[in-house]
């Protein structure tokens, strides 16, 4: 059986055209001779709606919440009558819908009374989405030709009871995922099941945590061996660079899980690597896609990446960051200093990015935030405290710089034009990263991209992309 696990985003099956797309990807990979399953999120935005309901209600505004579940069911019910034209099925599937949102208006209004939101209450409520999403995708998929078979999601990921961000048990997943989903797909059927939501052993709905449905498809993926797992979103894949700020950005053909995970903290939204990490414990690749543009081979990520011409696979930038100086003679050949420093980071709860010390000094970068002047105050009582904000980090990664000479130099020329006002090797020997004034940072990643991007190797970036302009032009 060449399975394999397909994960389709909110955006994927926002609306009737988006699950009809999503079903034709589906069929096609059927046609292909692959068996997928299929799962799925909530439609776009209707996570974020339901937790909204939730927080009305706990807040006693019942007519407030109970006015948001009504706006949900009105927008799934459209949606369902959208993709099916048969009126029996469309029928029964508003009946379920409305079924579903019934029950969903019961727990809002006993929430109301109650006025007490606990995270057992607000996964209940958020797992709605769904539920009746891979409901309404199952019905759609049978429609247009594609022989689905809907699982419950619930009675296969089994996690702890940390609701809201629960741990998945991964040997009850396997049991469970070959008992419910591999006689189906024998039968030749394709089951679709809602990602995110899940139960602990007792049988109460836990979430696995915002975004979670990546996180479904690669225990799905990990439990049954998938051969892929693809992750189908709404951008190409991962970029050299931000196209919009760097027109010559690539399409990154194949990147390893380390470098992917350097990037998703610097903002490349694509997936957060940490979800995928039960397939790439298992060496199963994941196969990023575009919904929109499925003819497109998007980005793999795989566990090791084969290595290539360019040092770099992707320079990232986290912008809006301001940096702090903190300066105290004081340091000199004390100890218990830095410590005293990140008391008072931690004491805020803000993150510090990056650090950088000398014998008296210590520089940090933050996101900004409003609790800078608080934290400055407090920083004031232990030495000279300077903030100052608009800054950026330019981060570029790529395995090939491990034990690589010269390429700081490479680096620092290609921007020597530019003032750069910090500097790390990350510890993590596969990302570089300096911070500069945020105005300077589309230049940076230009001049980068520039030098480090000239000759890119065909095997790890999509070179194609640039060729047609060539072909228009030598017409
Ligand atoms: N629907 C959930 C969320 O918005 C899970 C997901 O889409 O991955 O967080
Ligand atoms: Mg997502």
Not at 107 to 121: F, K, N, Q, V
Not at 235 to 249: N, S
Not at 443 to 467: G, I, N, Q, T
């Amino acid at each position: 059986m060449n399975l394999v696990v397909m994960k389709f985003g909110g955006t994927s099956v926002e609306d009737p055209a988006a699950i009809h797309r999503t079903a034709a990807i589906v069929a096609g990979r059927v046609a292909m001779g692959k068996s997928p399953v299929v799962v799925v999120s909530a439609l776009a935005k209707v996570t974020d709606q339901l937790l909204r309901a939730a927080a009305a209600a706990s807040q006693g505004d019942r007519m407030g919440a109970l006015a948001i579940s009504s706006r949900l069911r009105s927008r799934h019910r459209d949606t369902a009558a959208g993709l099916l034209k048969d009126t029996a099925g469309c029928a029964e599937l508003g009946k379920l819908i409305d079924e579903k949102f019934d029950g969903l208006d019961e727990i809002l209004r006993g929430l109301s009374a109650i006025r007490e939101l606990t995270p057992r209450i607000s996964d209940l409520i958020v797992s709605h989405g769904e539920r009746i999403s891979s409901r309404i995708v199952a019905a759609a998929f049978k429609e247009r030709g594609v022989d689905a078979a809907h699982a419950d999601a619930r009675e296969i990921i089994i996690t702890d009871s940390e609701f809201q961000k629960a741990a998945p048990q991964s040997d009850i997943i396997e049991k469970r995922a070959a008992e419910k989903l591999l006689p189906l797909l024998r039968d030749g059927k394709v089951p679709v099941m809602g990602g995110f939501i899940a139960s602990n052993e007792a049988g109460l709905t836990t979430t696995l945590g915002r975004g979670g449905s990546d996180y479904t498809g690669a225990l799905v993926g990990g439990a049954l061996n998938a051969e892929t797992i693809e992750i189908w979103t709404d951008v190409d894949g991962i970029m050299t660079a931000d196209p919009r700020a760097c027109p010559d950005a690539l399409r990154v053909k194949v990147i390893s899980f380390e470098e992917a995970a350097e990037l998703a903290y610097f903002g490349a939204k694509v997936l957060h690597p940490a979800t995928i990490l039960p397939a790439v414990k298992k060496n199963i690749p994941v196969q990023v896609l575009n919904s929109r543009n499925p003819s497109n081979e998007g980005t793999r990520i795989i566990s090791l990446a084969p290595h290539c011409r360019s040092p770099f696979k992707s320079i990232a930038v986290k912008k809006k960051l301001s940096i702090i100086d903190v300066v105290a003679s004081r340091m000199l050949m004390t100890h218990g200093y830095l410590s005293e420093i990140f008391a008072i980071f931690d004491k805020h709860k803000c993150p510090v990015d990056m650090v950088s010390t000398s014998e008296v000094s210590v520089s940090l970068t933050v996101d900004s935030n409003a609790s800078l002047p608080a934290i400055s105050a407090d920083l004031g009582k232990l030495a000279d405290v300077k903030y100052e904000g608009k800054k950026a980090l330019v981060c570029m990664v790529g395995e090939d710089i491990r034990g690589q000479n010269g390429i700081a130099a490479q680096v620092f020329n290609a921007i020597r034009h530019i003032n750069v006002r910090m500097i790390s090797q990350g510890a993590s020997e596969i990302n570089m990263s300096f911070m500069i004034e945020e105005d300077d940072a589309d230049e940076a990643v230009r001049s980068l991209h520039a030098a480090f991007f000239k000759d890119p190797d065909p095997e790890v970036f999509d070179v194609e992309a640039r060729k047609p302009l060539s072909v228009i032009s030598g017409q």
